[in-house]
């Protein structure tokens, strides 16, 4: 038990350290969206560009991974839209964005530490994977289905604002340049793999923080019910049927993947959902429920997550 706390700890700790100076004022939440940018258009593209950029050609892409996390990801997302649709009335977007609060990890700002703490050598790798499924599938999907419901738009008119929206994110063109540098066998200077290193070494810690940061000041008054199911769906249901459909896919028999990137995949399903859930919710007008279900499903994922790493190990007979 020793050793699961080592690794979940100092996590959690850093989140709670952003929480605390953020609550107390010493930093403003208006500074957590400065380094949250830091971090998404700077040091998380520097760390999956180094992640992918110094490996293998043969080992950049696990289509094996990104299929497992895709079925079990949209297996999330449908089952939950279905549990929730069932106490909303016909039209709502809400199942759709409850949904996609289950199904969305936050692989970036919480579940990368966690690996890093894990599976170190093939955490950045992870992330990369994980990003590309998130960014090109599953939030896309998710904001399809709820403007669709919301009668904000068909699924064209959503494609193309999800395809101008990743257009421009810096991660989605790191990890295009990582590839291309580790297909390609594009050598690269020291001095420059060193610079983009010193960038990716500040992702961790800082996510963290401004994880916590944005979490001060946020409540669940009156959504205690939603939020709960929105908790229980990510933390629960995902991991859960992120293990199935490995063990299924195995048992049909697709060849066993490292034991690093079983052991990912569904650590990677138990993180609480992405930071930016919020965003994707106001125009639905949801988003104050949207942020009371990060703040429980953050704090409440020390404990499943702590849970999960005693028990996954056995789960997956490593």
Known sequence: MLAILAITVPIYLAIATGWLVTRSGLFARGDMRVLGLFVIRLALPALLFSALAQRPSDAVLDLRYMLLYALGSLLTLFVGRWWVGRHS?????????????????????VGYPILSMVIAQTAGLVLGLNMIVENLLLVPLAMALADAAGG????????????????RNPMIWAMAAGV???????????????????????????????????????????????????????????????????????????PPMAPALRLALVLSAASPMLSIFPILAQPHGQDSLAAAALLATTALSFFSISALLAVLPHLLGL
């Not at 009335?89 to 700002?109: R, T």
């Not at 904000?152 to 257009?167: E, P």
């Not at 580790?182 to 200077?189: C, M, V």
């Open 89 to 109: 009335p016909p039209g709502s977007p809400v199942p759709a964005l409850m949904a996609m609060g289950m199904s969305c990890p936050n692989s970036g700002f």
């Open 152 to 167: 904000r738009g068909d699924w064209r008119t959503a494609l193309r604002r999800t395809l101008h929206s990743l257009a």
């Open 180 to 254: 291309m540098v580790t297909l390609l066998h594009i050598p690269l200077p020291a001095p420059l793999l060193r610079t983009i290193g010193l960038f990716a070494q500040a992702s961790t810690a800082l996510s963290l923080f401004v994880i916590g940061g944005s979490l001060a000041g946020l409540g669940m008054a009156g959504m205690r019910r939603q939020v709960l199911r929105i908790a229980a769906g990510k933390l629960l249901l995902h991991p859960a049927l992120m293990l199935a459909v490995l063990l299924a896919a195995e048992a049909l028999g697709l």
